[in-house]
């Protein structure tokens, strides 16, 4: 199977009335945090709040009304369901979704509010999908996977014509990798404009399917650890996918959670775009040194669609990788003034305490001594660093 750039070029007018155009802008303070020009393409401002519409409309599109009689099926972590589910809705078709029982509840609520029927199934992507395959083979459902399909990748496609006429001078262009549909598809488009393109896919260390593919020649499903990107948590790759990443993609990067928090916060703070930790894993890879500092680089934000309850733990998780936050322990001798000796050191060295907890019993220390135990928010790591100092002649647990 192949995807020229006609068809990409033909998505691209079959899904202009539902996909939005996202905006491609430079950021100043990313810019300087990198050592070169970089420019943000914001897909989580993308309707279903991911670029994952672009691809659903198209297949979706493209089916004969017999089969569109009869529906259409997906399985999906989130983004590809509400995609799937938005596209069927605007069609007048009936879709159904399976999604890992672990789905984030915002996304299971936005694909039901698509019109989709939401089916809780397997422990992870692959699993939903499977339970989707069997449903499609038992009610005559068509199938729309994720990224595995010609249709899709041309609609995923779109958005590499997109950035080349809001950014006709860009170097580099860095896209979060999961299944590889949005990889493979800007890929085409990409290089069949300007083949001079440096291309870098960025997935999660926990999930390094393409690049474990890269490294042995051939794709195969790897075990999938824990972690905060399950948007980019694909352990089944496609073998068209790595066919085209294998010809068009020039590196293959991996980013950790710690990358990854840091980064969303850095985009709430920095350029005011809620982005999940999928959706940051290009801007994580070119803060951290995996991208070259040449040229101008497009960064690929995928997705915006990040459950609120987590927000506060993936933003504090970021906020103390960059020395924003710290929690540690103090101990000290078990005798009046020093819970007040210490608090006056981090206040002097210009920390700001959250919370303290003063231990005493349980906490199987030697006899005579106690655990201070406290949260602050800090300038930068050098100021924790510089607050760990004040804190001299006392036993620190960070």
């Known amino acids: 199977m192949t995807i020229s750039i006609d068809d990409i070029r033909a998505a691209r007018e079959r899904i202009a009335s539902v996909a939005l155009e996202t905006p491609t802008l430079p950021s100043t303070s990313f810019s300087r945090l990198a050592g070169t020009q970089v420019l943000l393409k914001a897909e989580n401002l993308q309707r279903t709040g991911s670029f994952k519409i672009r691809g659903a409309m198209n297949a979706i599109s493209l089916l004969p009304d017999e089969a569109k009689a009869k529906g259409v099926v997906a399985a999906s972590a989130g983004n590809h369901a509400q995609g799937v589910a938005l596209a069927a809705a605007e069609l007048g078709i009936v879709s159904t979704v399976f999604m890992p029982e672990g789905a984030a509840i915002p996304k299971i609520a936005a694909t039901k509010e698509y019109g989709a029927d939401v089916r809780l199934g397997g422990a992870n992507l692959a699993e939903a999908t499977d339970l989707g395959l069997a449903f499609a083979e038992t009610t005559g459902a068509t199938m729309i996977h994720p990224?595995?399909?010609?249709?899709?990748?041309?609609?995923?496609?779109?958005?590499g014509l997109?950035?080349?006429?809001?950014?006709?001078?860009?170097?580099?262009?860095?896209?979060?990798?999961?299944?590889g549909g949005l990889l493979s598809g800007a890929a085409i488009a990409l290089k069949h404009e300007r083949p001079d393109i440096r291309l870098i896919g960025v997935s999660s260390e926990a999930v390094p399917t393409y690049l474990t593919a890269r490294t042995e020649g051939s794709p195969r499903q790897v075990e999938q650890g824990p972690t905060v990107a399950d948007g980019i948590a694909v352990s089944r790759p496609s073998d068209l996918c790595f066919s085209i990443i294998e010809?068009?993609?020039?590196?293959?990067?991996l980013v950790s959670d710690r990358h990854l928090t840091e980064s969303v916060a850095l985009l709430l703070e920095r350029a005011k775009y809620l982005v999940e930790p999928s959706g940051a894993a290009g801007i994580a890879a070119v803060l951290n040194g995996l991208v070259p500092a040449t040229g101008t680089t497009a960064v690929v934000l995928s997705g915006g669609n990040v459950d609120l309850l987590l927000l506060d733990e993936v933003i504090r998780h970021g906020l103390e990788a960059r020395g924003r936050f710290a929690s540690f322990a103090v101990v000290v001798p078990d005798e009046p003034g020093h819970l007040a000796q210490v608090l006056t050191l981090v206040g002097h060295a210009g920390g700001n305490v959250l919370d303290v907890d003063h231990h005493r019993h349980g906490t199987e220390l030697d006899f005579g001594t106690v655990k201070i135990s406290m949260s602050i928010e800090t300038r930068s790591a050098q100021h924790f660093a510089d607050i760990l100092e004040a804190l001299d002649g006392y036993e620190v647990i960070v």
Do not use: F, H
Request: charge should be negative; proline fraction near 8%.
């Open 147 to 159: 990224y595995d399909d010609p249709a899709i990748i041309a609609g995923q496609g779109t958005l």
């Open 247 to 253: 010809d068009l993609v020039d590196d293959l990067v």
């Open 162 to 179: 997109e950035l080349l006429d809001q950014a006709p001078e860009v170097d580099t262009v860095v896209i979060p990798l999961g299944g």
